[in-house]
């Protein structure tokens, strides 16, 4: 008997999450450059965290989640009309769920000795989850002090676009250092120099174990 939908999404979660971050990350800068661009955007940001929460909890608790994940997409789309004040607190909701999320995903990938591609998918989406949470924190950094980021040497007059703030934050989380877009203010300084480490220490210790127990798992 062929298994069921549900169970099918079930069983490899997080590898449709792997994939529809990936898509959120790569369309990003893509999308800012058309007109309906934004409000796509917010659309797969807002679904990419729904996919990420979804593996938590029982029902009551994915409820739970699945209504902060409303209140923190409706604070953002809010945020546009009603200030600085606004996007903090939904960039500050989205981030503490993208770090739920995240927390879980690692805590699924060294749940077992015998490593399987759901465990490394499970891995590659918190790394993900955290340059995605980058971005939404940045753009909101940018959009309640346009001059705590420079693009090009000189500083935004509105602030950053997400689709460019989240190609900042993974170019910032992988320690690329391409130098076009340049934290200028103290707290942004701060928070790049946060998500380097937090990038680095990541793939060393937790992708490189989780690669030698798959090795060690298909040695003879």
């Known amino acids: 008997m062929r298994p069921s939908p549900a169970l099918l999404i079930h069983r490899h979660r997080y590898t449709f999450l ?13 999308l800012e450059a058309m007109s309906f661009g934004h409000r796509l955007m917010e659309l797969l940001l807002c679904a990419s965290l729904l996919a990420a929460l979804f593996p938590i909890g029982q029902r009551l608790q994915r ?14 789309w809010w945020a546009s009309d009603a ?18 999320a ?24 918190a790394y993900l989850l955290l340059g995605v949470c980058g971005g939404v924190v940045f753009a909101a950094l940018s959009a309640i002090s346009p001059g705590s980021m420079a693009v090009g040497g000189q500083g935004t007059a509105h602030g ?9 934050s993974f ?13 200028v203010s103290q707290v942004a300084r701060g ?27 298909r040695s003879p």
Request: proline share 2%; glycine share 10%; net charge positive.
């Open 63 to 76: 409820h739970v989640l699945l209504v902060l994940v409303l209140v923190a997409q409706l604070l953002r």
């Open 171 to 183: 170019v910032t989380l992988a320690t690329l250092g391409y130098g076009d877009i340049t934290p």
């Open 191 to 217: 928070l790049a120099t946060l998500e380097a480490i937090a990038g680095q220490l990541y793939l060393a210790l937790l992708v490189a174990r989780l690669v030698g127990l798959r090795s060690t798992d």
């Open 18 to 30: 792997f994939g529809a971050l990936l898509v959120t990350v790569t369309l990003g800068p893509l």
């Open 83 to 100: 200030g600085g004040a606004v996007a903090m607190a939904g960039a500050v909701l989205w981030g503490v769920l993208a770090t739920i």
């Open 160 to 168: 950053l676009g997400i689709g460019t703030s989240m190609y900042f």
């Open 102 to 125: 995240a927390w879980h995903a690692v805590r699924f990938s060294l749940s077992s000795h015998r490593v399987r591609t759901e465990h490394l998918a499970a891995a590659l989406s």
